[in-house]
Each structure stands twice: as C-alpha cells, then as structure tokens.
C-alpha cells in the first residue's frame, strides 16, 4: 500500500481527520469550479464570485473593469464591501458576508427550481436578487427576494475593429449544450472548413477579436435560461462588434433588447436560409448589424447596469 493510501486511512479514522479532509475537498472544489474577480477604488470593494464557464468569466472580468470606470466618472459610491455571486456555482459554496450581498441570477445549473435551491442552501442570504428578465422578477418575487431588473450587458472591450472578416464562429464551453440547440444552430456548420468553435479564449479582448473576424457568429441559449427569459452575454458582446449574429430563438430577446431581432432560427433549415440571406446581401445585413451595434452600446453597456446598481444599493443604506 503507497505512503498516500496509508495517509488516506489515517485521516479518514477520527473525526478530526475526516473534517479536515472534508475542509480540503470543498476548497478544491471551490477552486476547480468557481472563480473570484474583484475590484477597489476608494472606500469601496466591489467582489463578484462565480464559475469557470467562458461566459461568466468574461462577464466577471468586464463588470470588475468598468466598476472602476464608473467610480472614475462617478466618485467613490462609498458603499462598503459589495459582493456579487452570480451564475450557478456548486451548491456548498460558501462566501463571504459583505455590506450588501447580491446575486445576479444568470444561469439555473440546468433545473427548475434553482433560486428556491439557492436561497436553501447558501449561507449568507442576498439582500437583493438582480434578474435577467421580468419573468425571474416574478419568480424572485414569489419566493420572498427583494429584486432588481438588471439584464447582462457589455463592456468596452467588445467593439468593431473593422479587420477582415470570413467564415462562421461560435465561442463557449463544449459539453453541456443541449443538443437539439446544437443541432439546430451549430449542427449546419460542423462539417464545414471554414466553421471555428473556440473554447479556450481568457480575455474579452481576445473573445471581441474572435467575432470581428468571422463573418457570422451564432449563438446559443441553454433551455432553461430560454424558459426563464435570461439573455446570455454573448447576445450584447457579438452584436456591440457589428458582426451577424444568428441564434437559437428566444421568447424573451427582443422583449430585453428592446427592438425587434428577425435572425433568429429553431431548425437547420431556418439556420441555413438565414446565413444564405446574409452572405448573399452581406454589406446591406452589415449596415443592419451596425444599427444594432449603436443600439447596444447606447442601451446596454455595464456603466448602465452599474448605475442601476449603485442607484439602488445607495436607496437602501
């Protein structure tokens, strides 16, 4: 038996041990699938804890940016310790009590019922629960959560870089799309050479590069992010580069835009004729992309979102 082994049985043969053991396997856990993204300026520390998707990471890495930003424009809020947890991180996560706890709630791990599992099982209850869509107000509501209607939004690392475009990109984590999504959006471009599907991008620099230099970009929506309204990030940061964007139809994406977005597809069919439309007409669909890039920007960029926030936080003391 390895020294390791013998270790192991030591440990697991007395309370303490097991504890300990315990301790370090929720702290590797913690470490494997969760990542913390912070930011200070002044009497204010702003900290945001979530997972290690491609998603959240980007919007961590953003919102932290332009905190600062905004307190540069803005002043100090002088609001204490802010901590955000946002997304769906494993459930025995435990975090730190800040002067105001908010969970930005962005993803449902895949379950219904996921806030109720949350507020169940996270040790400091948030005092506010920002929602992506006014079908999670209402359920946030319902289960007892004081709320704030904060959709995801954009930075501005993404913008357009008017370099040489060509074939068809999608950006995200492989492994736990639903497949009837990928069937649908990316299921028409997989055998195609010029199809690219990027998983290990670490900066929005890198990922806004990605979509200026592809000619179509498609996009995707879990099912359960769909049922609830929730507009994924990817949806702001391809179209604050001007690029064409197809994705998954969604009941709630032009309710949150707040415009009408017709390049939307729920079969390869749909997917196919609507890339046909936009390379056989692209300089007329990239005008069309620039108006949605302008509308984005002006509408739902993070400084917006962070104004809504420290708005509300300072109303509440």
Known sequence: MSIKAVFGQVI????????????????????????????????????????????????????CREFVKYCEQHG?????????????WP?????????HNVYWWWSMNGRDGWLEKYLACVNVKPD?????????CKHAETAGCRILYLPLAVGEAFQALRIPRSGVGFAGSRGHKDSPQVSSILGPFLDRPDFEWVTGLSTPEQLSEFYNRKSIVLGMTEIYQEKTGMVNNRVFEVLATGTPFIIHRHRALEEVLGHEYPYQSDTPEQTRQITSEILAEYPKHLEIF???????KAKHSYQHRLHTLMQFLAQRG
């Open 128 to 136: 506010v629960v920002a929602c992506l869509s006014s079908w999670c």
């Open 91 to 99: 459930e025995n996560f435990r975090i730190t009590e800040g002067d």
């Open 76 to 88: 100090d809020p002088r609001l204490g310790r802010i901590v955000i947890t946002a997304g769906a």
């Open 290 to 296: 620039e108006q949605f890039q302008q509308m984005v």
């Open 12 to 63: 697991q043969s007395n309370p303490v041990g097991r504890e300990w053991l315990a301790s370090r396997r929720l702290h590797q856990r913690q470490r494997d699938w969760s990542t913390v993204h912070s930011a200070r300026f002044g009497k204010t520390e702003f900290s945001l804890f979530t997972n290690v998707g491609l998603g959240d990471i980007m919007i961590a890495k953003q919102i």
